[in-house]
């Protein structure tokens, strides 16, 4: 068969014959349709993710750890948990009968592939994690990528009061506006400025940050919460700390923390066994019912090469079809 081999971390993945995967008697057989090609797939392949071994624990393999795909009777599941060195972005796989799931009625695998994982990236914390209620003010930092465009119709839906957002992105940002975004932050401006943005809003109040971004960006907007003068705080920030695009680290001054009100959280936060079924429900809900959209750009498997050295996705979800 087909697929996208990676001969070794930090190597580009080639489209090359790999050997078709056999399964076993608690295995299913998948054509595989659709995967998203996503910033994790990246970091696991570099070996920077802490569970790139746990994917990619021998050589050459197949990158990829979910898609879309038919059985045999022609059902459209969702799969997952390949076993080494079988990965998603290939012609075939195997895997355990349980870690298939149906695709609602009328949902193609393109939109399976691509739609609910970075939705659910933003529904776990703010319906389960810091319990977003009716009428809060959400920031959404970094909301012109493909999960920030889907936090900002996320947080509508579950009854965000009025939504903040940071991006730079042009086309990007109108975009956001049509989703019900009150207030942009360009992220396009000197450093003062941006506090001074940061601050004015922080002033006004804010009660969820979801943050897409880190680094630097994130530091300013940790500065705009620090007093200028003794005081207490005065409302509970919870920050959802989700990406990194902006950077892996911070420097977290004490007093940021001391009277800003602000509590920092794992992108984690509100995931349970129980919510990921809850969640997972709820998207497939809103899929159907065209309550969610998506900028989604089909790459044939053959293809895989060019896909994976762009970094122009400008807020497009890449799938790449087989």
């Not at 045999?72 to 290939?90: E, K, S």
């Not at 999960?147 to 900002?152: D, E, I, P, R, S």
Request: charged letters at 20%; one cysteine or more; aromatic letters at 6%.
């Amino acid at each position: 068969m087909k697929a996208a081999v990676l001969h070794d971390f930090g190597e580009m993945p080639r489209y090359e014959d790999f050997p078709d995967p056999i399964p076993n008697e608690n295995d299913v057989l998948i054509n595989v349709k659709a995967v998203a090609l996503e910033n994790v797939d990246k970091m696991i392949a570099l070996g920077t993710h802490f569970a790139s071994r746990q994917f990619l624990s021998t050589f050459p393999a197949v990158v990829g750890f979910d898609g879309v795909g038919t059985l045999p009777d022609g059902r459209i599941v969702g799969f997952g948990g390949m076993r080494a060195p079988y990965g998603a972005m290939a012609e075939k796989v195997a895997v355990p009968k349980g870690n298939t799931v149906p695709i609602p009625e009328g949902v193609n695998a393109v939109t399976a592939a691509a739609m609910p994982g970075p939705t659910l990236t933003s529904l776990f914390p703010l319906k389960w994690g810091v319990k977003l209620q009716q009428g809060e003010t959400v920031l959404i930092n970094g909301a012109t990528g493909v999960a920030g465009k889907l936090a900002v119709q996320v947080a509508k839906h579950l009854g965000a009061g009025k939504i903040i957002a940071t991006g730079r992105n042009e086309e990007s940002i109108k975009q956001i506006k049509s989703y019900g975004v009150d207030t942009i932050i360009n992220l396009k401006q000197p450093d003062e400025c941006l506090v001074e943005e940061f601050r004015k809003e922080v002033e006004n109040g804010i009660d969820i940050i979801l943050d897409f971004l880190w680094g630097h960006v994130t530091e300013l907007l940790v500065h705009a919460f620090v007093p200028k003068e003794l005081s207490f705080a005065k409302r509970r920030v919870r920050l959802v700390q989700i990406g990194e695009k902006a950077g892996s680290t911070i420097s977290l001054p004490a007093e940021a923390l001391r009277t800003t009100g602000l509590e920092i959280y794992g992108a984690s936060v509100g995931l349970t066994p129980q919510t990921l079924q809850e969640g997972t429900t709820q998207v497939w809900n809103w899929i159907q019912n065209g309550k969610l959209h998506m900028d989604i750009e089909e790459v044939p498997l053959q293809n895989i090469e060019a896909a994976w050295k762009r970094e122009d996705f400008q807020g497009k979800r890449i799938v790449i079809v087989i």
